[in-house]
């Protein structure tokens, strides 16, 4: 029986498609498969078509007024395939886990008591890393970690390497991971250049299957179906197939899917504390920086430019609406609430990355280009 959690902390990457597409191979090739919903948003169980009442809030909280064992709130999704839906509640859990003794093992005790009906059970998590997350590291001997073939995806991917090797060693949990490039778009050649650097940098721990980006896979999941049940020869059902098969190749090894998990972890301020502390750390100051959050003005000087973003470590290097400047009199601006910290950012003028010209503070990145820094002090 193998327990493989999906997850990164930086969502759209493709955690829930994975944890749905694969779940249902596995299940098609004859798995016994349970898929566990542990992300608030629910994704994975409205792309299952699944609403329920019952998640596993109901199951891990002592608060409930409506305490259920994990096998009541199974639902069937397709022959050998079963799941564990998900609601809003699950995010309560966070909170009211924060200061329990032995929070981190919740969902291991809990998946031991139905894991003999089961060859696979796959946990979809929420973009974050918080308890849950880590309760399904703490679950799960395996971990995959879908990524898009995006510049930064390679720095977030670090936090969550991170957190894996904190559970492995502190929590001395043998736990294996694997990175899957989760949307890769071949009409790009940067799509290439971006998966020679995955390569270089995670060679054997990256697999060999790529899930190309194929809008099937994203129409499926409005319809609340399996891409294989609303498409079985598209290319998408194809890649999840051809990712099945590979995870069910390392059964043959009798061993988890992956090679060891390589030594050169960076442990950074949580070296010399124990784990709980440092998670107890973690939450405390993050309650604390909500409270803090400060009004930061972005400002850029671009004439004749159409758009103008700014991104940085603040938002894991997203490019949305959130981070687009607007223009007035030829001087560009933005103002985004951030909590205290040292943060790296880039201006990106009609589509072209650029330190801020204005800000003499800035730091070498690991692409060989220059970074502007702000920092944000804890007075706001
Ligand atoms: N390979 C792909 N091709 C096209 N669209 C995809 C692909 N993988 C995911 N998507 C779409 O991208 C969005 C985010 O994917 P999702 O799996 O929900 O990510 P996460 O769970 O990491 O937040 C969804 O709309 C999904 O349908
Ligand atoms: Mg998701």
Redesign the pocket.
Known sequence: MRIIA?A?Q???????????NLAAALSKNGRRVLLIDL?P?A??SL?LNIDSQDSMYNVISSLTPRKLRIENIIRRVEESFDMVPSNVLVGTLEQELADEIGRELKLTGIIATIASRYDYILI?CA?SLGILTVNALRASSEVII?VETSRFSIQGLEHIIDIIHLVRDRLNHPIEYRVLI???DSRLRHSFAMLQMFKDRFSQLLFDTI????????????LGQTVAAYDKYSR?SK?YFTLAKEVLCAEAKEGPMVTAVPKEARWGRAAGLTFSETMRETIEQEAKDVQKLASVRFSCKAQDAKSVFVTGSFNDWALDDNCRLKQLNGCWEVVLPLKPGIYQYQFIIDGVWKEDPLNPRKERNSFGDINSLIEVGTDG
């Open positions: 999906i990164n930086k969502g759209g990457c493709g955690k829930t498609t994975t944890a749905i992300d948003q994704h994975a792309g979809d973009p879908p989760a949307m890769f899930i190309h980006t194929n809008v099937k896979l994203r129409e499926s999941v409005v998408g890649d």
